[in-house]
């Protein structure tokens, strides 16, 4: 079959464009800024953990911002009710409802259709009017006025869009390079700063609202005591007393115009010098003006920040706000006020910071192991097929520049796990190769001539490339769905991966080989490894085994359960939230000295774990009771503690996981597993018949709980690297065993009155060869990530050596049996049903 000459048209142009994506990868910052506007693409960009940085997730607070509308909602109907001559005290607020008693029904008429006019309307993408943003509601004479879902959404949605802006220039004053901040979800926001591994005075900026208002001070009140009607009791900022202000708002902090960081020419101490815009300004001096010799209190986030005098009249608009800050802190109070107010509180749910020493070493690593598990990979095919190997290797090279490129072209931003997937990936595109190759060989071996067995062989491992490619991209997209962070670059890295080694295999190595067979002239292809003749093992009857096979499997299953019951996963952070940083130093660590520091903070459970030498160390501190707000207070303890005891401490990583953050963590990534078998179920069940689907999916429980069991033997951190290889030994597990499936499907259809055990046998042996290879070339791809990969990967690459091995084992011993065993027992159900309907009388009429 002539390849078309549009088909060879559209490749070389897709080659192309994939290449020309992929350069900007290797080009110098000066050759880039000279020729990226050439290109199609931008460099692939670096994650944290590659680069170093902070990494925040940011919440916006609905409960805020439900009670500050029901605020502005209960103000406006207790004004109502003075115009309309009726208590403003018949409204009051019972938990999320506005409830109004009314004494009769004149003031009920009177006051509704004002209460109704308070309400909103939300937008809608549709023709027509939206909703309301309120519901109201009568019973008897009492009016219930409550928020609807439409009203909280469409109010959350802004209050998220209106923080993202108020964030980006809050960033903008701290200056940081390349700043990530994008929506997560309905009410979150994730903010990445590449190279700032201090984040302290950006989890202030970013934490506080920075409401300010402007109010005089009740010199009649004792702030001590209790607060009449119209007062607020409120603490200082920074000297620790109390103040009596009036609750009434003397001016908004809507009208600064400006504010600026400085020192004060007379004392030299740092203050904030602040403007006012006209409307501001005017009402400043009219109250500056009647209020001469009396206090006006600044406030920020309920807290007064300074209380001076008033010594005369201020009549140009400008004012200083002076404190017991420090510059830093002058700094950014100046940089709060000019941003403006966030329209509800934002809780910091999540912080993780990267060193840049540990950055650099995560690049380094990750391009050493990428090298080695790519060489390892190419080596392999040259021993396995001499010269033919080095067009399989060329496809695993395009595959690679292609990944690369399309990962540019996407924006994508590639991570440490993202590099495992690159990884993998190539590993998992050498299966492809393996599997034509094999055909190719059957088709030489059964007498056809170079160009049929070119063509046959290619068509006949085509269907199994497309079955197995899609069962391991069906838990990549749910991983992709439901992950989170680093996890869903490794997602997306296989994802791609699996598509572009398809296009690879299927077009460019087709290509290649086909005119290698044209330019040679080839009459028969002979691929042979490098050492000659391809070795096979021997004719091996495994049905005879099953036995003992499943025996040896449920035993180290059902030990694999006991094991995660005694003694457990070893949940990491990400599961069980909490608090961990990680330490460096030039000089041994004194494990002990810091071990009785940490337990000194009072911050409940806490693990030290030496490595590097005995210069690093990893603290490990159990979530602590409260919200988010606490973890991170706890975390500046811990720094402030491994600061004091070892003095030139680098802090390479800090991590916090609130309650929140870890528990959906834990629900997605389990989810993700649950949906991926049962999308893997239904897939092989549509490709095949049920008995393969259910074959598969129990052989499938038995190599996740041997994988479980491993992950609680060798005390593993279980975190979301963790579920990432589990869903990846589920893909390739489910891959190997649709090989095998495939070749039982076309032998049923070839020798219809075979034993079914024996046909068992019959196609285990075809493709048990071609389960070594790829198991091996996949290894092999894993090993050097496993030994010098780094703590990212660990939990996913050694586990994953462990399951190729179960999965491998799994596919030639167990899947058959078991597939054996419910062909049988659904002939003799149906059997029994025969002779059952056959040996039934006939009933009387």
């Known amino acids: 079959m002539k390849t078309s000459k549009w088909a060879l048209f559209v490749s070389a142009a897709i080659i192309l464009f994939g290449m020309l994506a992929a350069v900007p990868n290797v080009l110098t910052p000066e050759q880039q800024a000279k020729y990226g506007?050439?290109?199609?693409?931008?460099?692939?960009?670096?994650?944290?953990?590659?680069?170093?940085?902070?990494?925040?997730?940011?919440?916006?607070?609905?409960?805020?911002l439900r009670k500050a509308r029901m605020d502005v909602l209960l103000n406006d109907t207790r004004a109502i009710l003075r115009t309309a001559g009726e208590r403003a005290s018949a409204a009051r607020l019972n938990g999320t409802t506005l409830t109004v008693t009314l004494p009769d029904q004149a003031a009920l008429d009177k006051v509704l259709p004002e209460v109704r006019k308070l309400a909103a309307p939300t937008s809608t993408l549709g023709f027509g009017a939206g909703s309301s943003d309120i519901d109201v509601a009568t019973s008897g004479l009492q009016v219930n006025v409550t928020l609807t879902e439409a009203g909280i959404n469409e109010r959350m949605s802004a209050a998220v869009e209106q923080s993202l802006e108020i964030i980006r220039r809050r960033v903008d004053q701290v200056g940081v390079a390349e700043p990530l901040i994008q929506r997560v979800g309905g009410d979150r926001i994730l903010v990445q700063l590449p190279g700032l591994q201090d984040p302290t005075r950006l989890r202030q900026l970013l934490g506080s609202t920075a409401q300010m208002s402007f109010h005089m001070v009740d010199q009649t009140v004792d702030p001590n005591g209790v607060a009449p009607r119209g007062v607020l009791i409120l603490p200082g900022a920074n000297d620790g007393r109390k103040y009596a202000v009036e609750e009434r708002v003397a001016i908004s902090g809507d009208r600064l115009a400006d504010a600026k960081a400085g020192f004060d020419q007379r004392s030299n101490e740092p203050i904030v010098s602040f403007?006012?815009?006209?409307?501001?300004?005017?009402?400043?001096?009219?109250?500056?003006?009647a209020n001469v010799g009396k206090p006006f209190a600044i406030v920020l986030d309920g807290k007064v920040l300074t209380a001076p005098v008033i010594r005369e009249p201020i009549i140009g608009g400008q004012g200083q706000i002076s404190g017991n800050f420090n510059p830093q802190e002058a700094t950014v109070l100046s940089a709060l006020l000019r941003s403006g107010a966030l329209p509800a509180p934002l809780t910091i749910i999540e912080e993780r910071t990267v060193g840049p020493n540990l950055g650099s070493d995560s690049i380094r690593m990750g391009l050493y192991t990428g090298f080695a598990g790519l060489l390892a990979v190419v080596i392999l095919m040259q021993v396995l097929y001499g010269a033919w190997g080095l067009i399989a290797n060329l496809g695993l090279v395009l595959h690679t520049i292609l990944t690369i490129g399309?990962?540019?072209?996407?924006?994508?931003?590639?991570?440490?796990?993202?590099?495992?997937?690159i990884i993998l990936g190539i590993g998992m595109a050498v299966d492809a190769n393996i599997l034509i190759n094999a055909r190719i060989r059957e088709e030489t071996a059964g007498g056809a001539g170079a160009m049929k067995a070119l063509d046959v062989g290619f068509n006949k491992a085509y269907a199994t490339i497309v079955d197995g490619n899609?069962?391991?991209?069906?838990?990549?997209?749910?991983?992709?769905?439901?992950?989170?962070?680093?996890?869903?670059?490794?997602?997306?890295?296989?994802?791609?991966?699996?598509?572009?080694?398809?296009?690879?295999?299927?077009?460019?190595?087709?290509?290649?080989?086909?005119?290698?067979?044209?330019?040679?002239?080839?009459?028969?292809?002979?691929?042979?490894?490098?050492?000659?003749?391809?070795?096979?093992?021997?004719?091996?009857?495994?049905?005879?085994?099953?036995?003992?096979?499943?025996?040896?499997?449920?035993?180290i299953s059902t030990s694999s359960v006991i094991l995660f019951f005694t003694p457990g996963l070893n949940y990491g952070i990400d599961f069980v939230g909490g608090i961990q940083v990680e330490a460096t130093s030039k000089a041994p660590i004194d494990l002990a000295t810091l071990r009785k520091k940490m337990e000194d903070l009072n911050l409940g459970e806490v693990a030290l774990q030496e490595f590097g030498q005995g210069t690093s160390v990893l603290v490990r501190v159990q979530r602590q009771p409260g919200g988010e707000a606490e973890q991170t207070a706890a975390l500046q303890e811990i720094r402030n503690g491994v600061a004091e005891m070892i003095p030139d401490a680098n802090f390479e990583r800090t991590e916090v996981v609130g309650p929140t953050v870890s528990t959906e963590l834990a629900r997605s990534g389990f989810l993700a597993v649950g949906l991926g078998m049962v999308a893997i179920l239904i897939y092989i069940w549509w490709r095949f018949e049920w008995h393969f689907a259910v074959g598969a999916i129990v052989t499938l429980i038995l190599d996740i709980t041997k994988m479980i069991g491993f992950f609680s033997l060798m005390q593993i951190d279980f975190n979301l690297t963790a579920i990432a290889a589990v869903l990846t030994l589920i893909g390739y597990s489910v891959n190997d065993k649709v090989v095998v499936y495939d070749r039982m499907r076309e032998n049923l259809r070839k020798y219809k009155s075979m034993p079914f055990s024996d046909l068992i046998d019959l196609s285990i042996n075809q493709v048990v060869m071609r389960c070594i290879f790829t198991s091996v070339a996949v290894a092999a791809s894993l090993l050097p990530m496993a030994?010098?990969?780094?703590d990212t990967v660990k939990p996913f690459a050694w586990p994953m050596l462990f399951g190729v091995i179960v999965a491998t084992t799994s596919s030639i011993y167990i899947g058959g049996p078991i597939l054996l065993f419910l062909s049988r027992w659904w002939k003799d159900r149906d059997t029994a049903r025969a002779a059952g309907t056959a040996g039934t009388p006939a009933a009387e009429a």
């Open 406 to 421: 399309v990962l540019g072209l996407l924006g994508s931003t590639l991570t440490l796990p993202g590099i495992a997937g």
């Open 275 to 289: 403007s006012f815009d006209s409307t501001g300004a005017r009402q400043f001096a009219e109250i500056t003006q």
């Open 787 to 790: 030994i010098w990969g780094g």
């Open 37 to 64: 506007r050439y290109l199609p693409a931008n460099p692939v960009t670096l994650g944290l953990d590659l680069k170093g940085g902070s990494h925040l997730v940011l919440e916006v607070d609905s409960a805020a």
């Open 470 to 555: 899609m069962t391991t991209m069906v838990g990549m997209i749910l991983l992709f769905m439901f992950g989170s962070g680093p996890v869903r670059g490794f997602a997306i890295t296989m994802i791609i991966g699996l598509a572009i080694s398809m296009f690879t295999s299927i077009t460019f190595v087709r290509f290649l080989m086909r005119e290698a067979v044209i330019v040679r002239k080839m009459k028969k292809i002979e691929i042979h490894s490098i050492f000659g003749q391809t070795w096979n093992i021997p004719t091996f009857s495994f049905m005879r085994g099953r036995y003992i096979a499943i025996a040896m499997s449920a035993f």
